[in-house]
């Protein structure tokens, strides 16, 4: 990994989490005080709890994102959340282009890159998800529905301070199933000259997280590939235990 290229560990809580979860963050944040960690670490809790987590972060390191929000600044959307308003929250990242939300919500990359414009032009940074589907890499068609992913979920205007990207293979999310270290270094090189061919510098500073069923046994070998800037972790950040084992595996 470039020496310019801070490791991020981004937990994605998805559709869980009460008030009484802060306990979780609260061990985060004691850990955060006593251990220096080598990676940023972000987590992404729902809406409801951004305030709540972030009154508690108050002063440490964990940074606090949101896992969606709407290509309009604003307006009549029953039931969504702006950009602005993640931010207002306590929210400095955002997650877009989630294969959840792909799939439940039929967002396509023209949806996903107006998102991740309305999150810069929030002030958040964006991580915009990428990934082929179990039928995609069995017809072999994984780098090209990925680079096509890339060229129309990414805004022109997206540089390295403002953008992550993300690769989660659908197969591989929530499965236990990850894809061989080969497959992990064959893509991550793929998004990696994408990404430099498109943006230069700024691309190759751009941080690329693997995500799909990353675990505390599993992290090193997957963080140790070439151009694998970090993990995006699902399941497995639930739980403050599991995801401390992760970010530490660095
Ligand atoms: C995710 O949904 O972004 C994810 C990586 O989930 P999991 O770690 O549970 O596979």
Redesign the pocket.
Same mark, same amino acid.
């Given at each position: 990994m470039s020496k310019s290229r801070r490791p991020l560990v981004a937990g994605?809580w998805?559709m869980n989490g009460l008030k009484k979860s802060q306990a979780e963050v609260n061990k985060l944040i004691k850990k955060l005080t006593k251990q220096h960690l080598k990676c940023d670490l972000l987590l992404c809790p729902p809406a409801t709890l951004l305030t709540r987590f972030k009154n508690a972060a108050k002063g440490s390191r964990l940074r606090l994102g949101g896992q969606d929000c709407h290509g309009q600044e604003k307006g009549a959307h029953t039931g969504d959340i702006s950009a602005q308003m993640l931010a207002d929250a306590g929210a400095t990242f955002v997650i877009v282009g989630?294969s959840?939300r792909r799939a439940d919500h039929q967002e396509t990359d023209r949806i996903v890159r107006a998102k991740a414009g309305a999150a810069s032009a929030a002030g958040l940074k964006v991580i915009v998800?990428v990934g082929e589907t179990a039928g995609e890499r069995r017809q072999k068609k994984t780098l090209r529905v990925i680079g096509r992913q890339l060229t129309k979920s990414i805004p022109d205007k997206s540089s390295s301070s403002s953008t992550v990207i993300?690769y989660?293979p659908v197969w591989?999310?929530?499965?236990g199933k990850t894809p061989t270290t080969k497959q992990v270094a064959e893509v991550h090189a793929f998004i990696r000259r994408k990404l430099v061919q498109r943006f230069g510098d700024e691309g190759e500073g751009m941080r690329i997280l693997y995500?799909?069923? !990353?675990n505390p046994v599993n992290a090193s070998e997957l963080l140790a590939i070439a151009n694998v800037d970090g993990a995006? !972790?699902?399941?497995?950040?639930l739980k403050a235990s599991n995801f401390w084992g992760i970010a530490a595996s660095y």
């Open positions: 994605n998805k989630h959840e998800c993300a989660e591989a999310i929530g499965s995500g799909g069923s !990353v995006l !972790v699902g399941g497995a950040s």
